[in-house]
């Protein structure tokens, strides 16, 4: 939907691995987390750019882990 609907001055790029982890979570509430993120970031470069989006498997122990 990203590469469709952005300007073609921004790339995206996607990195993730066939072995992510499943996640228990509100659908539409993690879309729309992460388009608000895109949009901002499309905001964020008037010239055009990269967006670079990548997904990995993290385990959290607690809020400090979100630091790193």
Known sequence: MLK???PQNIRIFTDY???IWLVLANA???FQVLM???VNARDAMTE???LS???K???LENLED???
Do not use: E, P
């Open 4 to 6: 469709v609907s952005f």
């Open 53 to 55: 989006i990548k997904v």
């Open 57 to 59: 498997n993290v385990i």
């Open 48 to 50: 055009g750019g990269m």
């Open 36 to 38: 608000n993120l895109c």
């Open 17 to 19: 691995s066939s072995k």
């Open 28 to 30: 539409t509430q993690i």
């Open 66 to 68: 979100l630091k790193n």
